[in-house]
């Protein structure tokens, strides 16, 4: 079956640690996306790649980084520098035959800090 | 204010009646998406538009570019429909989303 994985998903952290959040795709998709969700708030993007070895700040970046070295696997580390890191964390793929094409994503992680 | 704003935030609606659900953007798009969240959080999508109406079972989405307005409706509502359901647009020359709030809804049986 083709999709997207994260893992875990629910993740628990405590106070000045950094964490990874991992993101795989069977998709063959170039274009991979974080997403930070917050109660009341749209999905805000965190980075998205749309190349291996690629990768562009998206509107929350600070705190976070993420590499992009195989086209199946964007993770994200979330790092002591991130404020408020409480938060559900969504990453997403497409295609970039069109802009118009579909994102699908991953089942999400919470991420919670103590 | 948001580049993209849905109404209402939250329903609740009887088992078998219409349903409708706006979305206004204010930024020139290629797409509008209608994205459904389930409880444990998982995204999946419902339609992508860039003119005119789609329909898939129960749920129809219309748009209309010139008012840069979008309505998801649900005929004849069931409990299973209860979710979170997202308005996302992609802006002209991006493969970038911008999200909605979302608007909650729950049908009770």
């Known amino acids: 079956d083709g999709g997207i994985t994260q893992s875990p998903k629910y993740l628990f952290r405590k106070e000045g640690q950094n964490v990874t959040l991992s993101c795989e795709q069977n998709?063959?998709?170039?274009?991979m996306y974080w997403y930070r969700q917050d109660p009341g708030q749209g999905l805000r993007l965190i980075y998205y790649?749309?190349?291996?070895?690629?990768?562009q700040k998206g509107d929350i970046a600070e705190g976070y980084s993420v590499s992009r070295e195989k086209k199946e696997s964007f993770p994200l580390t979330v790092t002591s520098a991130q404020k408020n890191p409480t938060a559900f964390y969504l990453c997403?793929?497409?295609?970039?035959?069109?802009?118009?094409?579909?994102?699908?994503f991953g089942p999400g992680t919470r991420l919670t800090v103590l | 204010k948001n580049e993209v704003e849905q109404s209402p935030q939250n329903l609740t609606a009887q088992e078998g009646e219409f349903i409708t659900i706006n979305c206004s953007y204010s930024v020139g798009i290629s797409a509008l998406h209608w994205l459904q969240q389930h409880p444990g959080g998982g995204i999946v999508s419902l339609f992508m538009?860039?003119?005119g109406k789609k329909k898939h079972g129960r749920l129809i989405a219309t748009i209309n570019i010139q008012e840069k307005h979008s309505s998801l409706h649900i005929t004849a509502s069931h409990p299973r429909d209860s979710a979170v359901y997202i308005c996302?647009?992609?802006?002209?020359?991006?493969?970038?989303?911008?999200f909605g709030t979302g608007t909650r809804l729950k049908v009770l049986a």
């Open positions: 997403a793929s497409k295609r970039l035959a069109a802009s118009t094409d579909t994102q699908y």
């Open positions: 998709l063959n998709h170039d274009a």
């Open positions: 790649s749309q190349i291996v070895n690629d990768f």
């Open positions: 538009l860039s003119s």
């Open positions: 996302a647009v992609t802006p002209s020359g991006t493969y970038k989303y911008i």
